[in-house]
């Protein structure tokens, strides 16, 4: 079995209470932004490569059936993103409709993931998700290159004192000191759990590593990437554990 790095000095993280999830290890997400991809993520099988199944909302239509009774057929616990436009949403939502889609999932998904710089307008929703034993991912995306370490660890302590289960990261690692600063934020002194990966150049080769790392959570694919440094989601622990060995 897989396990956590071992964790920076004076570090004691508190993970995220979520029926049925003990985290023993890296996590594997899942991320369905296809009907394609949705139809495969009914398929999956606890106790499988993967724990998590990511549905971003802000690409899919929306089932007739709601997305509430929607998450509750799928097999493994829910993480559930809708996206703005200008945080790489595919969608255009009105803010009103984002805060009444993420309200509707509360204490059914597993967790809902929003921006941290998203708190102005969604501070409250992540208020009520805490309430409702929906845990709440505050997230940073840098499309365009990486950020220095000062400025990750900033942000991190802002997603910390905000709230946060869990700080996630994705920024581009076209080089390798981009890629030294997401492993340098994995093992400074923190309470709150960091999701870390990369996009670009070193993309690809960096998800296997953060999670072994400490990434507590580790984003793939099913029919396609959502994302450019995607691993297939079954493949990723595989990939772990050969680094590992």
Same mark, same amino acid.
């Given at each position: 079995?897989?396990?956590?790095?071992?964790?920076?000095?004076?570090?004691?993280?508190?993970? /995220?209470?979520?029926? *049925?999830?003990?985290?023993?290890?890296?996590?594997?997400?899942?991320? =369905?932004?296809?009907? =394609? %991809?949705?139809?495969?993520?009914?398929?999956?099988?606890? *106790?499988?490569?993967?724990?998590?199944?990511?549905?971003? !909302?802000?690409?899919? /239509?929306?089932? +007739? +059936?709601?997305?509430?009774?929607?998450?509750?057929?799928?097999?493994?616990?829910?993480?559930?993103?809708?996206?703005?436009?200008?945080?790489?949403?595919?969608?255009?939502?009105?803010?009103? +409709?984002?805060? !009444?889609?993420?309200?509707?999932?509360?204490?059914?998904?597993?967790?809902?993931?929003?921006? &941290?710089?998203?708190? !102005?307008?969604?501070?409250?929703?992540?208020?009520?998700?805490?309430?409702?034993?929906?845990?709440?991912?505050?997230?940073?995306?840098?499309?365009?290159?990486?950020?220095?370490?000062?400025? &990750?660890?900033?942000?991190?302590?802002?997603?910390?004192?905000?709230?946060?289960?869990?700080?996630?990261?994705?920024?581009?690692?076209?080089?390798?000191?981009?890629?030294? !600063? &997401?492993?340098?934020?994995?093992?400074?002194?923190?309470?709150?759990?960091?999701?870390?990966?990369?996009?670009?150049?070193?993309?690809?080769?960096?998800? /296997?590593?953060?999670?072994?790392?400490?990434?507590? &959570?580790?984003? %793939?694919?099913?029919?396609? /990437?959502?994302?450019? *440094?995607?691993?297939?989601?079954?493949?990723?622990?595989?990939?772990?554990?050969?680094?590992?060995?």
């Amino acid at each position: 079995m897989l396990t956590l790095a071992k964790k920076a000095r004076n570090q004691t993280l508190n993970f /995220p209470e979520i029926h *049925g999830v003990v985290w023993d290890g890296p996590k594997v997400v899942a991320t =369905a932004h296809t009907s =394609a %991809g949705l139809k495969e993520a009914s398929s999956l099988k606890k *106790g499988g490569p993967v724990d998590f199944i990511e549905i971003r !909302a802000d690409a899919l /239509p929306v089932p +007739e +059936e709601g997305w509430a009774a929607r998450i509750g057929k799928l097999p493994l616990p829910v993480i559930f993103t809708v996206r703005s436009t200008h945080e790489g949403g595919v969608k255009l939502i009105a803010s009103e +409709e984002r805060v !009444a889609m993420y309200r509707s999932v509360l204490g059914v998904a597993a967790m809902i993931d929003f921006e &941290l710089q998203s708190l !102005a307008h969604l501070g409250g929703i992540k208020t009520e998700a805490l309430a409702n034993n929906t845990a709440v991912i505050l997230s940073m995306h840098n499309f365009r290159s990486g950020s220095p370490l000062s400025q &990750l660890v900033y942000r991190c302590r802002r997603a910390e004192r905000a709230g946060a289960s869990i700080f996630k990261v994705a920024m581009q690692t076209n080089y390798a000191h981009e890629l030294s !600063a &997401l492993l340098g934020l994995l093992d400074r002194a923190r309470t709150v759990p960091v999701s870390a990966m990369g996009m670009g150049v070193l993309g690809r080769a960096s998800r /296997p590593v953060l999670g072994l790392a400490g990434s507590i &959570l580790n984003y %793939g694919y099913l029919d396609e /990437p959502a994302a450019p *440094g995607q691993w297939p989601a079954q493949e990723l622990p595989g990939a772990m554990k050969l680094l590992s060995t």
